[in-house]
């Protein structure tokens, strides 16, 4: 697999303060490569570091072959970039918008068939500040692919949105890389990265703490799973503790948690049609990045 980023021992710090420490990873060309981590953990200084927009103190950068510092230019040319506090001015049109940033590149595609695909056509003359905040993120999608790139930055693209723009912002992501692009995607989303990503890095406190697949990740919990569901009044818990894969079984009221490994979902479902139990609400709880996250630094994401 061609590598298009490559980052060693990265360095960068403020009044003594180390934002980026020793931070290196590889990105593949084709994939989605998710960086993930809390506010103030790095991400964006770093990443900010590769695409030249800050000097790194220490370490090495090289995109698509290109230094960004020193080949700044060349390297604009061939990447697009949304950044966290991407903005326009609120009454600037949509097509004003792509044609102005179309004049800063040496080479671009038409921003018309952009404005259809992603779903702006009806758009194009409304302001920026009369956009919803979807339609603010596909001009932005929009406006980071007018060169063409080969590689797309994106940073806290959904930041802001409700659940179902997100979702379908997501599907936004996925439709950049089926166009032959790498994506490089940051973000402190759990969901996200592990919905999208062929391969994630975790940074902490400026460093990379992990970095591999999202299912490799969680795989390395060795956690539990955990089914949930609710009881009739006088059904006891402990009817279920010898259940194939069960290890734990807690009650409250009618509340029931059982843990455990192998199909246990199924296993549970059985056992209790056994009692001609079928709760509405079973449900299987499993292991997810956020639980990564707690087991390597002890706290939560957003906490």
């Not at 400026?206 to 089914?227: F, H, K, S, Y």
């Not at 818990?237 to 948690?257: D, K, M, P």
């Not at 707690?294 to 939560?300: E, S, W």
């Amino acid at each position: 697999m061609t590598q298009v980023i490559e980052v060693q021992n990265l360095h960068k710090a403020y009044d003594g303060i180390r934002v980026v420490d020793d931070v290196s990873f590889t990105v593949d060309a084709g994939e989605i490569f998710g960086i993930i981590g809390p506010n103030g953990a790095g991400k964006t200084t770093a990443i900010e570091s590769v695409i030249g927009l800050r000097k790194p103190d220490g370490g090495s950068v090289s995109v698509l072959g290109l230094d960004p510092q020193t080949e700044a230019r060349q390297l604009g040319n061939r990447i697009g970039t949304q950044l966290q506090e991407a903005a326009l001015p609120e009454r600037m049109k949509v097509w004003e918008a792509l044609d102005l940033y179309a004049s800063f590149y040496e080479k671009t595609v038409p921003w018309e068939p952009l404005v259809e695909q992603w779903g702006l056509a009806e758009k194009r003359n409304t302001q920026f500040g009369n956009l919803s905040g979807g339609q603010k993120q596909r001009l932005f999608i929009a406006l980071a692919l007018l060169n063409d790139p080969q590689i797309v930055f994106l940073d806290e693209l959904t930041t802001g949105l409700d659940p179902q723009a997100r979702r379908a912002t997501w599907d936004l992501i996925r439709a950049i890389r089926a166009q032959g692009k790498t994506v490089v995607l940051i973000t402190h989303f759990m969901d996200e990265v592990e919905a999208l990503a062929d391969r994630v890095a975790v940074i902490d406190h400026g460093r990379v703490i992990a970095l591999d697949t999202p299912d490799n990740l969680i795989a390395g919990l060795n956690g539990e799973t955990q089914v949930l569901f609710s009881v009739p009044n006088g059904f006891q818990a402990e009817r279920l503790e010898n259940v194939s894969g069960v290890t734990a079984v807690h009650q409250r009221n009618q509340h029931i948690t059982v843990s455990g490994n192998g199909p246990l979902l199924a296993n549970v479902a059985a056992a209790l049609a056994q009692h001609n139990i079928a709760p509405a609400d079973l449900r299987v709880q499993q292991a997810n990045l956020e639980d990564v996250f707690l087991t390597l630094t002890g706290r939560t994401i957003r906490n």
